[in-house]
């Protein structure tokens, strides 16, 4: 269960009558691809520089500096009982200089495989924000492509964000299945004997 702030919630129960004007805050955790250093980077669906203070997941405020004018939108944010594994975009311009510098600055940019990724967002009323920005979603980068357009439009880049716990849920281990494991049980055991030869199979586990 997620608990928002008051205000926060209160923006969001009224936007059927009074519209809605959500700000979106991307915090990316890359790696610099000579020295392996982490290297963050705020990105925000704004058009100047902030600094502000966010909720990190373990709870304490942290100000942050974000980047804005990077064409920033962000889609996809559900929140499910069950163990859906739902993927979030965050959308970002090809031509703004902040998306340069990520994607390709000091000759190929940051390596953003797996990057750490929080998502905070807020509204925006009168041109004030309505609540500091809330945590919305924690995950890492799964996939980026980035978009070449034909002469004359505009290319951009799509992050698609996961939660890492239902990345890692989703995952096999070959060390849970693989034929070596399986015949530590029982010498005889050939139940993954095809295990790493195939990407898949259905087995009738009572006729082997």
Not at 10 to 34: M, N, Q, T
Not at 43 to 66: F, N
Request: glycine share 12%; charged share 20%; aromatic share 6%.
């Amino acid at each position: 269960m997620q608990f928002l702030d008051a205000s926060f919630a209160a923006s969001l129960a009224a936007a059927p009558e009074g519209g809605l004007a959500p700000v979106h805050f991307v915090w990316i955790v890359g790696r610099d691809r000579e020295t392996g250093a982490a290297v963050p980077i705020g990105l925000w669906s704004g058009a100047e520089e902030i600094s502000i203070e966010v909720a990190h997941p373990g709870g304490a405020a942290q100000r942050r500096d974000y980047i804005g004018g990077c064409g920033l939108t962000v889609e996809g944010l559900r929140y499910v009982a069950d163990l859906t594994d739902n993927a979030v975009s965050v959308a970002l311009s090809a031509i703004a200089d902040p998306v340069r510098d990520l994607v390709c600055g000091s000759g190929q940019g940051l390596d953003l495989r797996l990057a750490y990724v929080e998502i905070h967002a807020t509204t925006m009323t009168g041109g004030a924000f309505t609540s500091a920005p809330q945590l919305q979603w924690v995950g890492i980068v799964d996939d980026g492509p980035i978009s070449t357009p034909a002469a004359g439009g505009e290319g951009g880049i799509a992050l698609s964000i996961r939660s890492e716990i239902m990345t890692q849920l989703g995952m096999s281990s070959p060390a849970k299945s693989s034929d070596a494991h399986q015949k530590r049980r029982a010498a005889r055991d050939r139940f993954c004997e095809a295990a790493a030869l195939i990407g898949a199979r259905t087995i009738q586990w009572y006729k082997t």
